[in-house]
């Protein structure tokens, strides 16, 4: 059974990493993300819903995610409608639990917060503004700021959210250039001012040595990357290197993993291959470019037959 104080507090956040869906940067969200941020990304539930496969990714969360169908059902809040734009971000690395995320939406205050006392939820005030936390999770906590406005995350980083309403830190200059021409121009975007591979667990230094492509890695110092809804989904990323060459030697070697993968792929999975075809590298001085494009209707085929592919193969009989 689903327990329900953990249902109340993260189902928000399971909306915000859901993952597909990111877009338009609200200034007033902006304004309450820690200045130190190093991950940043946004979306736009409105616009994603505007589109075929939007909407196919909202129906997938709502069929799918348990927790979002009992926080509807406990409050009559539904994440896929009440909410409007989100931002997501961090400024730590693979271990960091700290994090926000950021909703603007219509929010009954009043309902969702009984709703999670009656859960047993805990709960503190905070320069006057409600904190609801779990007992059991005591880092994590939500907070409506406004009926427009939700935080969540670690408390920590509620609470400097909940200071930053009267006296804002504004983002440095560069990221907010980055967060303005990614969200502007993509539909889902997400920025790292960091190498990538401080985000993630070290793999070890003999496997970094036994992988070419990881070695290569280790040199992206920033990056990029947004998906655009439409006929065509299409899918852009950038990776911000120490030096061109460096940025060339990476597109090449990407270069060759794809013709590696478009001859594997080529009589297996036609949409996958199709996929493949489409991506184009190119390297603009430090900058490494890389996209791609797939009708919205194959792109869908290749997420929707997944569980089925899955069930069909356990059914095959086993050869004798």
């Known amino acids: 059974m689903i327990d329900m104080k953990a249902q109340i507090l993260t189902a928000t956040l399971l909306t915000a990493f859901s993952g597909t ?24 539930v409105q616009q994603a819903e505007g589109t ?32 409007r734009e989100l931002l997501v971000a961090s400024n730590g690395g693979p271990q960091s639990k700290v994090g926000l995320a950021l909703a603007r939406g219509n929010f009954d205050v009043s309902k969702l917060t009984a709703a999670a006392m009656l ?11 409600t904190i609801l936390e779990d007992p059991k999770q005591q ?5 409506f700021l406004d009926a427009t406005t939700v935080v969540a995350g670690d408390v920590a980083s509620v609470k400097g959210a909940i200071d930053r309403q009267k006296l ?43 992988n070419p492509m990881q070695m290569v890695a280790q040199n992206v110092q920033a990056a990029a990357g947004g998906v655009k809804f439409g006929a065509q989904v299409v899918f852009t990323g950038q990776a911000t290197c120490d030096t061109a060459q ?16 478009q001859m594997q792929q080529t009589n297996t999975d036609p949409n996958a291959a199709t996929l493949i075809k489409s991506v184009t590298v190119t390297a603009n001085g430090n900058l490494l470019n890389v ?6 209707d194959v792109f869908q085929q290749m997420v929707k037959p997944t569980a089925g592919k899955t069930k069909m193969v356990q059914r095959v009989p086993r050869k004798k």
Do not use: C, H
């Open 21 to 44: 869906l990111l877009s338009a940067a609200d200034p007033q969200l902006l304004n309450l993300v820690m200045p130190d941020a190093t991950v940043i990304a946004g979306v736009n």
């Open 52 to 83: 075929q496969f939007g909407q196919f990714v909202l129906n997938q969360m709502q069929t799918q995610n348990a927790q979002m169908q009992n926080l509807v059902t406990l409050t009559g809040f539904d994440p896929r409608k009440d909410v």
């Open 119 to 129: 859960a047993g939820v805990a709960s503190e005030t905070y320069n006057g503004v």
């Open 139 to 143: 880092q994590a906590g939500i907070a």
């Open 168 to 210: 804002a830190q504004p983002l440095p200059a560069a990221l907010l250039v980055k967060i303005n021409q990614w969200s502007t121009s993509q539909d889902a975007w997400a920025i790292s001012t960091v190498p990538p591979t401080s985000l993630v667990p070290a793999a070890g230094a003999n496997a970094a040595k036994q």
């Open 246 to 261: 460096n940025a060339t030697t990476m597109g090449d070697m990407l270069k060759l993993l794809i013709n590696i993968a």
């Open 291 to 296: 996209s791609a494009s797939l009708p919205e």
